[in-house]
C-alpha cells in the first residue's frame, strides 16, 4: 500500500515537472517575439527618421533661365540663376564662341546687333553648380546695300582734281590710282564721317583715273574716268601807284596772251618781237589812266588751255 502511495506521489511529481517546463518555454518564446517586433519597429522608426532627414537636406537641382527680345535690329539676352551665373556664351552662325564672366550674379542683361541677313544664334549660360541650358534662335535683318557718292572736281584749276566720296551711313576710305599703278588709299579720321575728300594732281597726257570709295558697311563703288593732263595759266594784276602790273604763268609756255587795256589791245604771240613759247612767267606793265581802268585778259598756254580775267580799277593822281 504504501509503495503504491509512493509511485503515485513521483507520478505527481514529474506532471508537475513537465507542466512548468512547458509554462517556461511559453515565457521565453513571448519575450523572445516581443523583442523581436520591439527591434523591427526601432528599425522602422529608424529608417523612417533617415529617409524623413534625407528627404529633407535634398536641394531641388534647377537650371539657368533664358530670354531672348528682339528690339529693331538688336536682341537683348536675359539670363536668371538662383544659385548665380559663372559663364554666359554666344555665337553667331559659326563664328567663334565670345564668353562673358558673370562671377555669380544671378542675373544679368546684354545686348546684342543683329548681324544682316539670317544668322543663328545660340546662347548657352552656366551657373556656379555647371548647370548649363542653351537656346538656338534664328533671326534676319535686312542688308544694306547703299554705296557710297564719289564725284571728280576739275574745276579747282591748276592741273589739280579734288575726289570727294559721301555716305550716310559713314564712309571709311577712298582709294585711286593711275593707270595701272599701286592705288593709295586715304582714310577716315573721324568715327561717323560721312564726307571723305582729298586733292591730286592730275598726270600729265592721256590717263586713266580709277577710284574705290568704300563705307563703314564695307559696301564700295567705283569709278574710272580718262583725263587729258593738262594746266590752266595763272593770272594775278596788281594795282602799283599809276601802273597795273599783270603777271600769267604757266610750267609750259604760253602760245598767245591778249590784253584788252582800256579798250586797247596788245597781243603777245609769234608775232611779237621777244616772243618766246617756252617762257613758263610773262609780266607787263600798263600806266593807268584817270578814273577808271578797265581790264581784260585772255591767256592761252602751250597746251591750249585758257584763262581769262576781267576787271576794274579806279586810278586818283
Same mark, same amino acid.
Given at each position: 500500500m504504501?509503495?503504491?502511495?509512493?509511485?503515485?506521489n513521483?507520478y505527481?511529481k514529474k506532471?508537475?515537472n513537465?507542466s512548468n517546463?512547458?509554462?517556461?518555454?511559453?515565457?521565453i518564446?513571448f519575450?523572445?517575439?516581443?523583442i523581436i517586433i520591439?527591434?523591427?519597429?526601432?528599425?522602422?522608426l529608424?529608417?523612417?527618421?533617415?529617409?524623413?532627414?534625407? *528627404?529633407?537636406e535634398?536641394i531641388?537641382i534647377?537650371?539657368p533661365?533664358?530670354?531672348i527680345?528682339?528690339?529693331?535690329?538688336?536682341?537683348?539676352i536675359?539670363a536668371?540663376? !538662383?544659385v548665380?551665373?559663372n559663364?554666359?556664351?554666344?555665337?553667331?552662325?559659326?563664328e567663334?564662341p565670345?564668353?562673358?564672366?558673370m562671377n555669380?550674379r544671378t542675373?544679368?542683361?546684354?545686348s546684342?546687333e543683329?548681324?544682316?541677313?539670317?544668322?543663328? %544664334?545660340?546662347?548657352?549660360?552656366t551657373d556656379?553648380?555647371?548647370e548649363?541650358?542653351?537656346?538656338?534662335? !534664328?533671326f534676319y535683318?535686312?542688308?544694306n546695300?547703299?554705296?557710297?557718292?564719289?564725284?571728280?572736281?576739275e574745276t579747282?584749276g591748276n592741273?589739280?582734281?579734288?575726289?570727294?566720296?559721301?555716305?550716310?551711313?559713314?564712309i571709311?576710305?577712298?582709294?585711286?590710282s593711275?593707270?595701272?599703278?599701286?592705288?593709295?588709299?586715304?582714310?577716315?579720321?573721324e568715327?561717323?564721317?560721312? %564726307?571723305?575728300e582729298?586733292e591730286i594732281?592730275i598726270k600729265r597726257g592721256?590717263?586713266?583715273?580709277?577710284?574705290?570709295?568704300?563705307n563703314?558697311?564695307?559696301?564700295?563703288? *567705283?569709278?574710272e574716268?580718262?583725263?587729258e593732263?593738262?594746266?590752266?595759266?595763272?593770272?594775278?594784276v596788281v594795282?602799283?601807284?599809276?601802273?597795273?602790273?599783270?603777271?600769267?604763268?604757266?610750267?609750259?609756255?604760253?602760245?598767245?596772251?591778249?590784253? %584788252?587795256?582800256n579798250?586797247v589791245?596788245?597781243?603777245?604771240d609769234?608775232?611779237?618781237?621777244g616772243y618766246d613759247?617756252?617762257?613758263?612767267?610773262i609780266?607787263?606793265?600798263?600806266?593807268?589812266k584817270?578814273g577808271?581802268? !578797265?581790264?581784260?585778259?585772255?591767256?592761252t598756254s602751250m597746251?591750249?588751255t585758257?584763262e581769262i580775267y576781267?576787271g576794274?580799277?579806279?586810278?586818283?593822281?
Amino acid at each position: 500500500m504504501n509503495q503504491i502511495l509512493l509511485t503515485s506521489n513521483q507520478y505527481n511529481k514529474k506532471k508537475n515537472n513537465k507542466s512548468n517546463s512547458a509554462d517556461t518555454k511559453k515565457v521565453i518564446m513571448f519575450f523572445g517575439l516581443a523583442i523581436i517586433i520591439f527591434a523591427i519597429i526601432i528599425i522602422a522608426l529608424y529608417g523612417y527618421k533617415l529617409h524623413k532627414n534625407n *528627404k529633407e537636406e535634398e536641394i531641388p537641382i534647377t537650371k539657368p533661365e533664358i530670354q531672348i527680345e528682339e528690339l529693331e535690329n538688336n536682341i537683348k539676352i536675359i539670363a536668371n540663376s !538662383t544659385v548665380g551665373i559663372n559663364t554666359i556664351t554666344y555665337k553667331w552662325n559659326e563664328e567663334e564662341p565670345q564668353e562673358m564672366q558673370m562671377n555669380g550674379r544671378t542675373s544679368n542683361e546684354e545686348s546684342l546687333e543683329i548681324p544682316e541677313g539670317e544668322s543663328t %544664334l545660340t546662347i548657352t549660360v552656366t551657373d556656379l553648380n555647371g548647370e548649363q541650358t542653351q537656346t538656338t534662335k !534664328t533671326f534676319y535683318r535686312q542688308e544694306n546695300t547703299e554705296k557710297p557718292t564719289i564725284e571728280l572736281d576739275e574745276t579747282i584749276g591748276n592741273g589739280k582734281l579734288k575726289i570727294s566720296a559721301s555716305d550716310n551711313n559713314g564712309i571709311k576710305s577712298i582709294s585711286y590710282s593711275w593707270n595701272d599703278e599701286e592705288p593709295t588709299t586715304i582714310e577716315a579720321t573721324e568715327e561717323g564721317q560721312t %564726307l571723305l575728300e582729298t586733292e591730286i594732281d592730275i598726270k600729265r597726257g592721256k590717263n586713266t583715273l580709277k577710284v574705290t570709295a568704300v563705307n563703314v558697311l564695307d559696301n564700295e563703288e *567705283k569709278t574710272e574716268k580718262i583725263f587729258e593732263g593738262v594746266n590752266k595759266p595763272i593770272i594775278s594784276v596788281v594795282k602799283d601807284g599809276n601802273k597795273l602790273i599783270m603777271k600769267m604763268t604757266h610750267d609750259m609756255g604760253f602760245k598767245k596772251i591778249e590784253f %584788252l587795256v582800256n579798250d586797247v589791245t596788245y597781243i603777245y604771240d609769234e608775232n611779237f618781237s621777244g616772243y618766246d613759247s617756252t617762257k613758263a612767267e610773262i609780266e607787263y606793265q600798263f600806266n593807268l589812266k584817270e578814273g577808271e581802268n !578797265t581790264v581784260i585778259i585772255i591767256a592761252t598756254s602751250m597746251e591750249n588751255t585758257e584763262e581769262i580775267y576781267r576787271g576794274k580799277c579806279t586810278y586818283n593822281p
